[in-house]
Every structure is written in structure tokens, then in C-alpha cells.
């Protein structure tokens, strides 16, 4: 194979992979939806966390038996 068609088929790739991709992640929500989303997400998560280590429970995993 010569040099020359492997830099094309190569480009040629390269474009196929990057014209599927477009914006990313549109969700369709506004940035204040996004906020409210996330923000909800964080408090669900923290108040996970924190029943998790109300509950005593060894979920890091650092045992300290040898």
C-alpha cells in the first residue's frame, strides 16, 4: 500500500467519526433547567451519602481487620 492512500483513507476516518458527533449534549433543557437538574441530583446524592454514613456501614471499604 502506498503512503499516500493511507493518509486518505485515514482522513477519510477520521471526517466520518467527527461529522456523527455534532453539538454534544443537547438535552434540550435551558441552562436554569439544567441548574435545577443538577442541583436536585447533588442534594439526592448527599443526603444518600450521608444516611449511608449515619447507618454506620463500611461502604469505602476500609476494613481494618489484618
Known amino acids: 500500500m502506498t ?3 493511507q493518509r486518505d ?3 477519510e476516518r477520521a471526517n466520518a467519526r467527527t461529522t456523527g458527533k455534532g ?3 443537547d438535552d434540550g433543557l435551558t441552562p436554569e433547567q ?3 437538574r ?3 441530583a ?3 446524592k448527599t443526603a444518600k451519602k450521608a444516611a449511608q ?3 454506620g456501614s ?3 471499604g476500609n476494613s481494618t481487620k489484618k
Open 58 to 60: 463500611d461502604a469505602g
Open 23 to 25: 453539538k454534544g449534549k
Open 42 to 44: 447533588l442534594q439526592e
Open 38 to 40: 443538577d442541583a436536585k
Open 34 to 36: 439544567r441548574r435545577e
Open 9 to 11: 483513507r485515514d482522513r
Open 53 to 55: 454514613a449515619a447507618g
Open 3 to 5: 503512503r499516500g492512500s
